[in-house]
C-alpha cells in the first residue's frame, strides 16, 4: 500500500525556509482528491482503491448498487453517504448524474425556460442533491452548463470560432438563457446552504476561465463556484490557463479537475491525452499559485489517458504519482 497522500505532500516542505515553516505548523497542504468513475471499478471497490492510494475526498455521479442518486430516497442517501464515511473519506462535491451536461442551450427559449422537460427534470436532480448535501453537510454539489450548437455529434459548427476567440463569442439571447437558468439553481442552492461547483469542459459553455467568469458576474451569486480544468480552458484556445486564467478563477475554486493533453491542431480539434505533467498544462505553475495564495480546495485526480495495459487503475496511480513529482517542483519553487 502506498503511504498516504497528505504524508507524501508534508514533504514538500522539508527544507530550507519551507522546512522552517512546516516545522512551525505553517506549512501549507493541499488536499488531493479523485473522481472515482475514472477508476472503471464498482463503488465500494472504487472507495477502497482511492483510500488505498492514500485519497481522501472523493466525488462521483453514482454509486453502483443503489438507485439513482437524484431518486435516492433519505435512507438510501445515507447509506451511501455512510459507505464513504466509514472509510475516513469524505465527499467534496455530489453530483446526482451530469445535470446540464448534454441540453443544448439553443434548445431552451428564454420566456419558457423553467417549463423545458429536459432542463426541468436536470434542476429537479439537481436540487435532490442539494438536499443530500445539506443533509450530510457535503459542501458543495455538481453541475455542468450547457452544450454549444453541435455538440456531441460529429458537426461542431461553432468549434472553429471558439478555438479563434479563445473560447467563443455568446450571443445576447444565449447568454440571457444562461444567465436566467443558473439564477434559479443560485436561488435553490442558497436556499439549501450548498455551493454549485461548476465544470468545465470543451463542449459545454463554461470551457475556459473568461467564459465561466462572465456566468459567475452576470448571475451575481457567491453560491456558483468552479471545478477548475486548466487542461479544458487549454484544448479551447485559452493559452494563458497557468496565469491569466488562475486570475479569472481564484475567486471561485472550489477543486480542480486534473488531466493533461496535448494539442496538436487547436483550430481542427486534433489533441491527445497524456499523463499528468506530460502534456501541455503548466501544473507547477498552477500549483505554485495555489499554495502561495494557501488554496484550501482539493486537487482532484482524473486520467483519460490510457497506459500500454489499457488499465484506468494504473492510469489513475501513474497521475498520482506525477501530482507528487509536480508538486514537489512547485514546493520546491515557490
Known amino acids: 500500500m502506498e503511504a498516504p497522500v497528505r504524508v507524501m505532500i508534508r514533504r514538500h516542505f522539508l527544507g530550507g525556509a519551507l522546512g522552517a515553516l512546516a516545522a512551525s505548523g505553517a506549512a501549507h497542504e493541499l488536499k488531493i482528491g479523485m ?102 453537510k457535503i459542501p458543495a454539489v455538481g453541475a455542468f452548463t450547457f452544450a454549444w450548437p453541435g455538440e456531441y455529434n460529429a458537426s461542431k459548427p461553432t468549434w472553429p470560432m471558439r478555438w479563434a476567440t479563445r473560447g467563443g463569442i455568446i450571443a445576447k439571447v444565449d447568454e440571457d438563457k444562461w444567465v436566467k437558468a443558473f439564477r434559479i439553481v443560485a436561488e435553490r442552492a442558497e436556499r439549501h446552504g450548498v455551493d454549485v461547483a461548476l465544470s468545465m469542459m470543451p463542449w459545454n459553455y463554461t470551457n475556459t476561465t473568461g467564459n465561466f467568469r462572465q456566468l459567475v458576474e452576470k448571475t451575481g451569486s457567491k453560491r456558483l463556484k468552479v471545478m477548475w480544468g486548466p487542461a479544458d480552458n487549454l484544448n479551447s484556445g485559452e493559452a494563458d490557463v497557468a496565469t491569466t486564467g488562475f486570475a479569472n478563477i481564484r475567486p471561485y475554486l472550489h477543486g480542480l479537475h486534473l488531466k493533461d493533453l496535448h ?68 514546493a520546491a519553487g515557490a
Open 263 to 330: 494539442v496538436i491542431d487547436g483550430a481542427n480539434l486534433k489533441f491527445e491525452y497524456k499523463p499528468l505533467g506530460e502534456g501541455d498544462v503548466d501544473y507547477v505553475t498552477i500549483f505554485r499559485k495555489l499554495l502561495k495564495h494557501r488554496f484550501d480546495g482539493v486537487l482532484s485526480l482524473a486520467t483519460h489517458f490510457r497506459p500500454a495495459s489499457g488499465s484506468q487503475v494504473e492510469a489513475m496511480q501513474i497521475n498520482l504519482a506525477n501530482l507528487r513529482r509536480l508538486l514537489d517542483r512547485a
Open 35 to 136: 473522481y472515482l468513475p475514472e477508476l472503471g471499478l464498482a463503488f465500494d471497490d472504487s472507495l477502497d482503491k482511492a483510500r488505498e492510494l492514500g485519497v481522501k475526498h472523493v466525488w462521483f455521479n453514482k454509486a453502483e448498487g443503489e438507485r439513482e442518486i437524484a431518486e435516492m430516497s433519505d435512507a438510501e442517501a445515507d447509506r451511501m453517504v455512510d459507505r464513504v464515511r466509514r472509510r475516513g473519506m469524505e465527499i467534496f462535491v455530489l453530483n446526482a448524474g451530469n445535470p446540464f451536461k448534454g441540453i443544448h442551450l439553443e434548445e431552451l427559449d428564454l420566456k419558457t425556460l423553467p417549463d423545458h422537460p429536459k432542463f426541468s427534470k436536470e434542476l429537479g436532480e439537481l436540487t435532490r442533491s442539494m438536499e443530500i448535501a445539506a443533509r450530510h
